[in-house]
Nanobody
Framework: EVQLVESGGGLVQPGGSLRLSCATS????????MIWVRQAPGKGPEWVSH????????YYSSSVKGRFTISRDNSKKTLYLQMDNLQSDDTARYYC???????WGQGAQVTVSS
């Protein structure tokens, strides 16, 4: 059974930082591209970032480029999202997604508010 479990969400002030983690099991993590998707209240899902299986190539939406960093540890089967200089528009539920979009985690809530 494929499992994706996010952690590290929370409440942070504007300008602050958070690091999300996604622990995985049930598939060969080192062979899989991985994606972070977020969904803000009342809005549809938004692609945030993508990392290739090797970790050598990363991609970001224009809204987070320069502030967020995606990474992975294939030995730990874990995906990360370092989020810096968070703004209120970043408030959303963040989902860890396997590259074929067939598997999603339950999400981690990130709330940016003073």
């Amino acid at each position: 059974e494929v499992q994706l479990v996010e952690s590290g969400g929370g409440l942070v002030q504007p300008g602050g930082s958070l690091r999300l983690s996604c622990a995985t099991s049930g598939f060969v993590f080192s062979n899989a591209d991985m994606i972070w998707v977020r969904q803000a209240p009342g809005k549809g899902p938004e692609w945030v970032s993508h990392i290739k299986s090797s970790g050598e190539n990363t991609y970001y939406s224009s809204s987070v480029k320069g502030r967020f960093t995606i990474s992975r540890d294939n030995s730990k089967k874990t995906l990360y999202l370092q989020m810096d200089n968070l703004q209120s528009d970043d408030t959303a539920r963040y989902y860890c997604v396997r590259g074929n979009f067939a598997s999603w985690g339950q999400g981690a809530q990130v709330t940016v508010s003073s």
